[in-house]
């Protein structure tokens, strides 16, 4: 086994793994009728395919691959628990489909479907959200703790207790229909903007997994809108996410540099994502009041905007920030406000708003936020403080290069 052959096939599982994994654990999912169980195999057949590519060369069609194997681990598991005996036939037959369709070089996206069942209401509610995040999206305990403020100990045993409540009641998986996402469309929103914001996170650090998560976010949230049509919060996700994906090519300089928002240029933003957006935002006011995505599809449009009129309309940006407020939104949009505030009202507005709030001690935005304003009020050395604290908390190179170069300019 060469270097350039073991080199070769771990990418190659490294790419399937980061752009294949909900689907495959969807499809698996379908066949045994058990999450952890499905999530095991897939394991097995990644394993196995570290083991037998370097020799074998990768395959043509590697995700057909990895299900054969992983699915061949379900059907082992069914012959040897007597409890599934009377399954066999059925899973006989659902393995047999599903071959014929992955010889043929097309798996079925069976995600939304898997992300419906992980919002059942047996399972407790507040692990809705990071069941979707880990089974469908492959996001790992820790990032998704971190998404929610919890330890990865404490999430782990808390996705282990979810996982065996759907395996004690029998996981009900369905193909989604419009008459099943009125109940459980709240949770699946949720996941889709929060594998959004963790792909944005990322960015700096692992930049092919970041496109992925944010490919399938805006495919996920195109296709929650496509089959929920009168849902005005899916619609106003697919807006907002749309919003925020079409300013992808502006986000870094030629050289790798980090822009901010008020600094990018209008012109590299996707024309062809901003007009989808805002005919989907529109569709969303249509429907309802405004709901928490569509006030914040809202402050992405006021921004959009800035390609037509040359300038941010910040009151506007303020007003909309306010009214999401109300809505409950997290320590994001009140830092967020108060930047807002800052440009529309001047620096002592923002400082007052960032002073209101509980942030913590290691709370990057907040940071950042705290010495941009402490810097625009001429508090230099207060904001050379704060710069020092964000970049220390950035885990994005060229993030933390923005904010030392902010911090040397004072």
């Given amino acids: 086994m060469g270097a350039d052959a073991a080199s070769g096939a771990r990418a190659a599982v490294e790419a399937a793994a980061s752009n294949a994994y909900g689907k495959l654990v969807a499809i698996l999912t379908r066949l045994g009728g058990d999450l952890a169980a499905a999530e095991d195999a897939l394991a097995d057949a990644f394993a196995k395919a570290l083991e037998v590519w370097p020799r074998s060369g990768t395959p043509d069609r590697p995700e057909a691959w990895l299900l054969t194997t992983a699915r061949r681990r379900l059907t082992d598991l069914a012959r040897k628990a007597a409890v599934r005996a009377r399954a066999e036939p059925e899973l006989a037959v659902l393995i047999a489909r599903t071959e014929q369709t992955a010889e043929s070089g097309a798996l079925p996206d069976e995600r939304l ?5 992980c919002a059942d209401p047996l399972v407790d509610p507040a692990l809705h959200t990071p069941l979707m995040l880990q089974a469908v999206m492959g996001l790992d305990a820790a990032r998704i703790g971190s998404a929610f403020l919890t330890s990865p100990a404490a999430m782990g ?37 929060a594998a959004y914001s963790a792909g944005f996170d990322l960015i700096g650090e692992d930049a092919a997994k970041a496109r992925d998560l944010s490919g399938e976010a805006l495919f996920l949230a195109r296709l929650v809108a496509q089959l929920a049509p009168e849902a005005a919060e899916a619609r106003a996700l697919h807006a907002l996410i749309a919003h925020c994906e079409a300013r992808a090519p502006a986000r870094r300089s030629p050289a790798g540099e980090f822009i901010p928002l008020t600094q990018q240029d209008p012109a590299l933003w996707d024309a062809a994502l901003v007009d989808e957006a805002e005919s989907a935002l529109r569709c969303a006011l249509a429907l309802a009041p405004p709901g928490r995505f569509a006030l914040e599809a809202a402050i992405q449009s006021v921004h959009a905007e800035r390609r037509r009129l040359g300038a941010t309309n910040w009151r506007a940006a303020a007003a909309l920030y306010d009214a999401l407020i109300l809505t409950g939104a997290g320590l994001g949009a009140h830092i967020a406000r108060a930047c807002a505030h800052g440009e529309a009202f001047g620096p002592q507005a923002a400082l007052d708003l960032l002073q209101a709030l509980q942030a913590g001690t290691d709370h990057q935005p907040y940071f950042a936020a705290c010495a941009h304003w402490l810097a625009a009020a001429g508090r230099a050395p207060e904001a050379r403080a704060a710069y020092a604290r964000a970049a220390a908390l950035s885990a994005d190179p060229a993030l933390r290069a923005f904010l030392q170069g902010r911090a040397a300019q004072l």
């Fill in 157 to 193: 045993q808390r996705l282990a207790r979810g996982k065996a409540t759907l395996r004690a009641a029998g996981l009900r998986y369905e193909a989604p229909a419009p008459a099943d996402l009125p109940a459980r469309l709240g949770p699946v929103l949720q996941a889709i903007y």
């Fill in 113 to 117: 479907a898997l992300m419906l069942a």
